[in-house]
């Protein structure tokens, strides 16, 4: 049995699907549903029950069937402020997963971010080392509870303390794909902005306020979700030990790269603006990310990524722009 959490989120919703599609249906998604549909990303799935994450503790006690814990679930808002609610959601779940993980020695693969790199100073070296993590300053509460989380790990492994046999951190760059529809604000730009530009609407882009960058051409790692699951199920099957992976497509894209892939899929005229930065995220703003993925690839994983005009157009012409939006 593998448990997902998060499991009816955005990037956990895809997982569960992956391994459906995959042939695993022994699958428990601990995550809350709430009353604004978010249990369609799982309408097509096969799970055997979905549990509170605040009951999940106490459901793991006495189970001898769990092949691997995939911990997808948090708080992920980059905008996040209250940061009691961040710790507890993001940092001592993960610490009471890790232990029972641990304890039980099942596999644990959980949902690290591209935002423990704060401004990309420090490089995108997915390094587990004490000595290189002490060096990041991640910008938001978000990107600090998980550089935490990294931080605890790599503590336990330059101690040889006891950890899971597999014990795996996905630094996960910007991810874009179906079932982002509960995201709100953190929703991907490919989510937020396909509806208005089928609509034949103008789409805002931030100014830059680096000489370095022109308007629209800050740049991103964007990665499809369709890669990341891949990745993961790939990960399931061959990962040894402990390790952080950078997951990304491991090319540094523009803003404006990503809206004319948007508006050539649909036979559009590009039409964009540019407006003012929130005076409280410009010097929170990342300008550059791409994924290392050598340690990925020195591990074995074979499976290139998806190009973003390919991925957009997947992901557009199979999920956004049909009836049931839904993988």
Not at 40 to 67: A, K, N
Not at 94 to 107: A, G, I, N, P, R
Not at 124 to 150: E, T, V
Request: net charge negative; glycine share 8%.
């Amino acid at each position: 049995m593998i448990v997902v959490t998060g499991g009816a989120g955005f990037i956990g919703s895809n997982i569960v699907a992956s391994l459906n599609e995959s042939g695993q249906n022994n699958i428990v998604v601990c995550d809350t549903l709430g009353s604004e549909g978010k249990w369609q990303t799982l309408g097509r799935r096969i799970v055997q029950d979905v549990i509170p994450p605040d009951e999940l503790m106490s459901w793991l006690q006495g189970r001898t069937d769990i092949e691997a814990i995939v911990h997808m679930g948090a708080n992920s808002s980059t905008l996040a402020q209250d940061g009691d609610e961040v710790m507890k959601s993001n940092f001592r779940f993960s610490l009471k997963l890790l232990d029972w993980c641990t304890e039980h020695q099942v596999k644990l693969i959980y949902a690290s971010s591209a935002a423990t790199y704060g401004d990309g100073s420090h490089g995108f070296d997915d390094d587990i080392s004490l000595s290189y993590l002490r060096q990041l300053r991640p910008l938001n509460l978000y990107g600090w509870s998980k550089h935490l989380f990294d931080q605890v790990i790599a503590t336990r492994l330059e101690n040889g303390e006891k950890l899971p046999p597999v014990c795996i951190g996905l630094k996960f760059f910007n991810v874009f794909g179906p079932n982002e529809q509960f995201k709100g604000g953190m929703m991907s730009l490919v989510s937020k902005y396909f509806p208005l530009i089928r609509n034949g609407e103008t789409v805002n882009l931030f100014k830059s306020y680096k000489p370095d960058y022109k308007d629209g051409e800050q740049l991103r790692d964007f990665v499809y979700v369709l890669d990341i699951t891949r990745t993961i199920e790939w990960l399931l099957q061959h990962a040894q030990g402990v390790a952080l992976y950078n997951l990304g497509s491991g090319e540094a894209r523009s803003f404006l790269d990503l809206m004319y892939a948007i508006f050539d899929t649909l036979g559009l005229e590009r039409r964009i603006r540019f407006v003012e930065m929130p005076e409280t995220m410009r010097e929170r703003y990342q300008y550059y990310t791409k994924a290392d993925q050598k340690r990925l690839r020195a591990a074995g994983y074979p499976v290139p990524s998806t190009s973003l005009e390919t991925a957009v157009r997947h992901c557009i012409d199979t999920y956004l722009n049909s009836e049931d939006p839904y993988r």
